[in-house]
């Protein structure tokens, strides 16, 4: 039976980590915050970040990170995309050669532009790392509500075993072997997203989300392909599905964000009211300027760091986008 560790106690890896408990696996959690470590060892909850999640007794809390790693045959990191380094640092004299390293954050690394599989690599050399993405909000996957990822590694096998593991009724897996496109779609979808919930904020219908999504799949296999990912990946889960639900769903931080900058409020403002990390705002600015290095059109990529970086008004920003020069629809 393998023993899972989960580092960071937030929304998503409180939700894997209950679910694996139900499976009977013994599951660990390291947390920086005491308040919620004893949350979760004393009322089996989590109050800050997913109140409606039971946590069964077998998943344990941890403020010390060498307990919660030590024992483990798969180690998750469960933190967002900016924290990725820092915490491989932190944990890799801890890790044997062993242990898979599942990462389950959405991004690329500012300035380095590297993707998050690269950046455990930077730090962790000598484990296999295994990204897990797709539509997966943590308050439908903490209450069993069926959904389908995607398990993704250069080593195929360690990919299998996530799979295995991590598999349940209601949490589907499939394997790819793309690495490159699962990141970068995974990445790119919370522009998109972020972007989707501006209109919303505008006060904007059906039909401009769905031009702004399918005209985003475009930027995201344009981007993609060009970073060496393959253009089917971006039509499975880790793209159009995870695109689908984070610019449709109130569960979408990304979407609950873009709402509030969309009805004339700060960035600031927004994630503050949001309350956890908006992935999409470090994603826009890291890939508006990977695309300028690379020479990649992302015309709503543009109107968005307008928006979030260069105090440009959205109705400004859309109508710039609307008469652009005429073209032929192409990807």
Aim: with cysteine.
């Amino acid at each position: 039976m393998k023993r899972v560790a989960f580092i960071g106690g937030g929304s998503f890896g409180t939700a894997l980590a209950a679910m694996l408990g139900n499976k009977g696996l013994d599951v660990s959690i390291w947390d920086r915050k005491k308040s919620v470590v004893d949350n979760i060892n004393k009322f089996r909850h989590n109050e800050k970040y997913l109140k409606n999640c039971v946590i069964p007794d077998c998943v344990t809390a941890y403020e010390d990170i060498q307990k919660a790693v030590s024992g483990s045959d798969i180690v998750v990191l469960a933190v967002p995309s900016h924290v990725i380094r820092e915490m491989s640092v932190k944990i890799s004299s801890y890790l044997r050669k062993d242990q898979i390293i599942v990462s389950i954050a959405k991004g690329i690394e500012e300035k380095t532009f590297k993707r998050l599989s690269q950046v455990i690599k930077d730090e962790i050399p000598y484990n296999t790392v295994v990204v897990l993405s797709g539509p997966s909000h943590a308050e439908e996957v903490a209450v069993n509500i069926p959904t389908a990822v995607v398990a993704s590694s250069e080593d195929i096998e360690a990919a299998k075993i996530v799979q295995d593991v991590f598999m349940t009724d209601s949490f589907r897996i499939y394997t790819n072997d793309d690495l490159i496109g699962v990141e970068i779609g995974g990445a790119v979808k919370n522009i998109i997203a972020l972007a989707a919930g501006v209109l919303d904020g505008l006060g904007y219908g059906d039909n401009a989300k769905a031009a702004l999504m399918t005209r985003g799949m475009s930027e995201i296999v344009r981007i993609g392909v060009k970073l060496g990912g393959k253009q089917e990946t971006f039509y499975g889960l880790t793209g159009m599905g995870d695109l689908i639900v984070t610019c449709t769903s109130m569960h979408s931080r990304n979407r609950r964000a873009g709402i509030l900058i969309g009805q004339g409020n700060s960035m600031e403002y927004a994630c503050e009211k949001v309350g956890m990390v908006v992935e999409g705002i470090k994603a826009c600015k890291a890939f508006y300027e990977l695309k300028e290095e690379r020479n990649v059109s992302m015309p709503i990529t543009d109107s968005l760091y307008n928006v979030l970086f260069n105090n440009k008004e959205p109705r400004e920003c859309v109508y710039k986008l609307m008469t652009r020069d005429k073209k032929d629809e192409i990807y």
